[in-house]
C-alpha cells in the first residue's frame, strides 16, 4: 500500500469532513425504516403496495443540496439502491425502479445534478444485498425477509448466485458510468459467510476503478459498520476500500493502521434513531449534539456523515431542516475550525476539544469558565494572535494573580480579563482560533 497515493487521493475528503446521507426509497411508505420487509418478514406481495404507490410529489433535490450547502456539508450519499432492492435509478437490468412507478423518472439523475449545481460532491449507496432478485440467498440467509420460511425451503435449489453477481455488477456499471464523475462509493455491506470474493469483489472494484479512477469506496466489501476490514493490516486486499465506516459511534481514539497510520474513517450516524423515514422516531438529537459530534469526528481524524430521511412524497423532515439549519448558522462562523482540520497536538481537555489545521489551533470551548482557560506548555509567543472565531475579536493573554502558581501552562480568557467567571458567547461551541507563528 502507497500511503503516499493513498492521502492523496483521500485529500479532499479529509479535508471536506462532513457530508449528507440520505436513506430513502419505498420504505418511506411503512415509515417504520428501511429494514421494515427483514424485520416484519414481509413478503414481496405484501411490500408490493409501496411500490404501487410510490409517488413523491415533493421530491425537490435542489431544495435538498441548498439544506446540505447551508448545514456546510461538502457532500452527499444517496441510496440508489437499498437492501430490497428498489432502484432509484433507471437500471436496464430490473423493472423495480423508479421510472415504472408514479414518479416516472430517474430520482438519481435529479439527486447528481441537482447538488452538483451547488458544488457538492455527489456520491451513491449501493446494497450489495437485494431482498429482491430471485437469486439472492432467501431460506437459509440471515436476513432475508424469508429466512426460514417453509415456503422458501425449496427454493435454494432455483437460486443462482452468479447470476445474481452478474445483475448486482451490471448495475454498478450503470451508476458508475451513467451518472458522471462520482466521488464516492458506498457499498453496504458484508456479513457472515457473504462477504469479500463472494461479491466476486476483485472484479468488482477493478472495474469501478476502471469507470470511476478517482472514486473513493468505503470498506464493507469485506466490512460492515463494525469491523475494519483489511484497510488497517499491513497487506490491504483490492476491495479493502479507502475508508473504514464506523456506524452509530464515534470511534473512541481515530483509527490507525497497524502500523500506525492515520486511516480515513467517516463515522456515519442517525439524526434520530432510523436511517429511513420513521414517522413516530421524536428522538431528534439537537443541533448543539450534532456540532460537538463533528467537532469530535474531526479532532480524532475522521469525517462525520450524518443522514437524514425524506418522506413518502421526498420531502426532508421538517424537524431535520431545522436541526441542520442550526448547524448551519455555527457553521456559517466557524467552518474554518473544521474544515482542513485535524487531530491537534494538544490533547484532550475537560472543558471542550481541539482540532488543528496547518496554521491554527481551534479551542472548541463548551462550558462557561471559571477564570482562564489552561493550556499546558504552550506560550504566548508560540503565536501571532489569538481571537475568537466568530467575529474576529483579540483575545489578549495577560499575567494574572490567579494564575502565578501554574508557570507551565498559557493561560486563555474569554472575559475582558484573567479572573472572574464567564458566560460563552456562543452555547453551542465558542471557538477559539490560536494562529501559529
Ligand atoms: C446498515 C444497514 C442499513 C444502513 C446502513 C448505513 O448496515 O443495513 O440499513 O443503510 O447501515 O450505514
Known amino acids: 500500500m502507497d500511503w503516499n497515493e493513498y492521502r492523496k487521493r483521500l485529500s479532499w475528503f479529509q479535508h471536506d469532513r462532513f457530508g449528507m446521507f440520505i436513506h430513502w426509497g419505498l420504505y418511506a411508505i411503512p415509515a417504520r425504516g428501511e429494514w421494515v420487509r427483514s424485520f416484519e418478514k414481509m413478503p414481496k406481495e405484501d411490500y408490493q403496495k409501496y411500490f404501487d404507490a410510490f409517488d413523491p410529489t415533493g421530491y425537490d433535490p435542489k431544495e435538498w ?24 435509478f433507471d437500471s436496464k437490468l430490473t423493472d423495480y425502479k423508479s421510472t415504472n412507478t408514479k414518479a416516472g423518472r430517474d430520482l438519481v439523475r435529479e439527486y447528481v445534478d441537482a447538488f452538483r449545481a451547488e458544488g457538492i460532491k455527489v456520491g451513491l449507496y449501493f446494497s450489495l444485498i437485494d431482498w429482491y432478485h430471485p437469486d439472492y440467498p432467501h431460506y437459509e440467509d440471515k436476513i432475508h425477509p424469508m429466512r426460514g420460511n417453509e415456503d422458501f425451503k425449496d427454493h435454494a435449489s432455483q ?11 451490471g448495475q454498478v456499471r450503470e451508476i458508475c458510468t451513467n451518472y458522471g464523475k462520482l466521488d464516492v462509493l458506498w457499498f453496504d ?15 468488482l472494484v477493478r472495474m469501478v476503478r476502471s469507470l470511476q479512477p478517482d472514486v ?27 475508508f473504514v465506516s464506523p ?48 467537532v469530535e469526528c474531526v479532532s480524532k481524524g475522521g469525517n462525520l456523515l450524518l443522514n437524514v430521511g425524506p418522506d413518502a412524497k421526498g420531502r426532508i423532515p421538517k424537524e431535520s431542516v431545522k436541526i441542520l439549519t442550526e448547524v448551519g448558522n455555527w457553521m456559517e462562523r466557524n467552518s474554518a475550525s473544521i474544515y482542513g482540520c485535524c487531530v491537534s497536538s494538544i490533547s484532550q481537555q475537560p472543558w471542550g476539544c481541539v482540532t ?16 482562564p482557560i489552561p493550556l499546558k506548555g504552550l506560550k504566548k509567543e508560540d503565536f501571532r494572535l489569538i481571537q475568537f472565531e466568530d467575529g ?15 508557570p507551565d501552562y498559557m493561560y486563555v480568557p474569554i472575559g475582558s480579563d484573567a ?14 482560533r490560536m494562529i501559529k507563528k
Open 356 to 371: 488543528e489545521s496547518e496554521t491554527d489551533i481551534f479551542l472548541h470551548v463548551y462550558e462557561d469558565t471559571v477564570g
Open 65 to 88: 443540496a441548498r439544506l446540505a450547502k447551508h448545514a456546510g456539508m461538502k457532500y452527499a450519499v444517496l441510496t440508489a439502491k437499498h437492501h430490497d432492492g428498489f432502484c432509484l
Open 247 to 294: 456506524e452509530q459511534i464515534i470511534p473512541p481514539e481515530g483509527i490507525l493502521s497497524q502500523k500506525g497510520e492515520p486511516v480515513a474513517w467517516e463515522a456515519c450516524v442517525t439524526l434520530n434513531n432510523h436511517w429511513g423515514y420513521a414517522v413516530h422516531d421524536h428522538d431528534w438529537k439537537s443541533a448543539k449534539t450534532v456540532v460537538r459530534k463533528l
Open 392 to 406: 474576529g475579536a483579540e483575545i489578549q493573554i495577560k499575567p494574572s494573580w490567579t494564575t502565578g502558581n501554574y
Open 159 to 169: 437460486e443462482n448466485f452468479d447470476r445474481y453477481l452478474d445483475y448486482m455488477h
Open 216 to 242: 473513493l469506496i468505503d470498506n464493507r466489501l469485506e466490512a460492515s459498520g463494525e469491523g475494519f476490514g483489511s484497510l488497517l493490516t499491513d497487506n490491504p486486499s483490492e476491495y479493502s476500500g479507502d
Open 419 to 432: 479572573f472572574g467567571s464567564y458566560a460563552l458567547p456562543d452555547k453551542i461551541d465558542t471557538v477559539i
Open 189 to 203: 455491506f458484508s456479513y457472515e459467510g457473504m462477504s469479500g470474493e463472494k461479491w466476486r469483489a476483485t472484479e
